[in-house]
């Protein structure tokens, strides 16, 4: 038997009036994945006239024990901040991945400087990729997806606490990425504590209110983050940024 060949599909969607492109192997799904997108779309509020191009790629995002996170490894979607084109490239918690890159599209986003705090304690030869914004998206978009599918915040702050150890006990002296490891998943469970706060206060709106959140808040999960991964022993690893349902 042949392999299926991959179709082009277009929905409108109704509640949201935006449409979904959708490049699958399976056509017969295709009404499912867009019900999912519209009332996704409707429950966050977006404006009329988005697009969304959804690959439904059987690619999900696993790491072995001496791997380090990548590209290949970390990413799922893209989109311009304020544009209301998203794109999403796996199947893969691919609902996840939609409530981020709509925080982006949405300029739901915080400012961040492009270089890492000193409080953070990643040394002179850290070399990180300059999108620390994204700990706040993606912590923003894990709490969306967890009430959207009814899981509890517990669960999901256990979960993330688990790949941070796990990511640190992979650095050792050095911190190369390639693209927002730190941010993604250390910096993000470590204000994942503050949320409640968070979510009035953000990081501030001056040099010394930021100080306060992003080291004084920040810096103690950080540093037991820190001292858990000293004792945890890699091992392989998914990527995917929620935990199973």
Not at 13 to 39: E, I, K, Y
Not at 61 to 85: C, F, H, L, Y
Not at 91 to 120: G, Q, S
Not at 162 to 187: I, M
């Amino acid at each position: 038997m042949k392999d299926p060949k991959t179709a082009a599909v277009a929905v409108d969607l109704p509640q949201s009036r935006g449409v979904l492109l959708c490049f699958t192997q399976d056509s017969s799904a295709v009404p499912d994945h867009a019900q999912t997108v519209d009332a996704l779309f409707n429950w966050l509020g977006t404006p009329p006239g988005f697009t969304i191009t959804l690959f439904m790629r059987d690619d999900p995002r696993s790491i072995a024990a001496d791997e380090w996170p990548s590209r290949r490894t970390v990413n799922g979607g893209w989109t311009t901040p304020g544009d209301k084109m998203i794109f999403v490239y796996r199947a893969e918690e691919y609902e996840r991945v939609l409530i981020h890159e709509t925080i982006h599209a949405l300029n739901w986003d915080w400012e961040m400087d492009a270089k890492p705090l000193e409080c953070w304690g990643l040394g002179e030869n850290a070399r990180l990729a300059p999108h620390l914004m994204e700990a706040w998206t993606e912590l923003y978009a894990e709490w969306l997806w967890c009430g959207w599918f009814n899981v509890p915040w517990s669960a999901q702050r256990a979960y993330m606490d688990a790949q941070a150890r796990q990511v640190l006990a992979r650095s050792a002296d050095n911190w190369e990425e390639n693209t927002n490891v730190f941010a993604y998943y250390v910096l993000k469970a470590a204000l994942a504590p503050h949320l409640p706060f968070l979510w009035t206060f953000r990081n501030g709106t001056t040099a010394q209110e930021r100080l306060h959140v992003l080291c004084g808040l920040v810096g103690p999960h950080l540093e037991s983050l820190r001292a858990a991964a000293a004792r945890t022993t890699p091992t392989a690893i998914s990527m995917r940024m929620t935990t199973d349902r």
